[in-house]
């Protein structure tokens, strides 16, 4: 099993014309999620360990969590030339993938405000785009851009919400939900879902067993995020 690289993800988040919007940037075709259009974001350096004790005034969080607020501010400003504060950074989730992934990021997501312009960098981002959550899983679904499962299941959280103040007021008012991936796989051996903890069929991989439902069904058809209550 491959251990797993701290890293950290901010949700751009912004009111359009038609809704809430995200921030999605597209990743060059080199390193991981190659050619994927995600969210700002990148592994923790030794830098960003270096903090001052409790990221955000009034709470008492850890230092894993406060340095991932760093490393999300950090890579705003380098992929996307957007000045965030660490301190307005509201954590959503925590992502993990499957044990047996060549690579796997150990990744912190948070939401925040973002109202400036955006320059990409032209060398590890190569375009960006404020879209819907909505257009956004259309257009994965349509092949026309390429998702990450916990990029899209973001994108399904996110389109939920009414508009940014109700979307950070529901993410500050919850415990960050928790997404250690399993995987389940169809009679033939093809995928068919991701599993997260509280899946009737999280540990064994039996997309079929009957029971609670939280997962990711990711069919040819289209992607659908499953998750009850």
């Known amino acids: 099993m491959t251990e797993p690289t701290p890293a950290a993800t901010v949700v751009p988040l912004r009111d359009g014309p038609g809704g809430i919007e995200v921030l999605l940037l597209r990743r060059n075709s080199r390193g991981a999620f190659g050619g994927m259009w995600v969210f700002p974001g990148g592994q923790v350096d030794p830098g960003d360990m270096a903090l001052e004790p409790g990221g955000v005034t009034g709470h008492d969080e850890s230092a894993e969590i ?3 607020r760093r490393a999300a501010v950090r890579e705003a400003w380098e992929e996307a030339g957007l000045d965030l504060s660490h301190r307005e950074l509201v954590t959503l989730s925590f992502w993990i993938p499957p044990p047996a992934a060549p690579r796997r990021f150990a990744t912190w997501f948070f939401l925040a405000e973002a109202d400036g312009e955006v320059v990409v960098d032209q060398g590890e981002i ?28 973001t994108l399904w959280w996110v389109g939920r919400q009414d508009d940014v103040k109700s979307a950070l007021s529901e993410a500050a008012s919850r415990t960050p939900e928790r997404f ?12 068919a879902a991701t599993l997260w903890q509280g899946d009737a069929g999280y540990e064994d991989g039996d997309i079929g ?21």
Request: proline content about 9%.
């Open 209 to 229: 067993r009957p029971g609670p439902r939280r997962r990711l069904w990711m069919q040819p058809a289209g992607w659908r995020v499953e998750i009850d209550g």
């Open 126 to 153: 190569h375009d960006h785009q404020w879209m819907s959550p909505s257009a956004a899983m259309a257009a994965r679904d349509a092949g026309e851009v390429e998702l990450a499962p916990p990029t899209y299941t």
């Open 180 to 191: 250690a991936t399993h995987l389940g796989f169809e009679s033939d051996g093809s995928l």
């Open 66 to 68: 406060s340095a991932a």
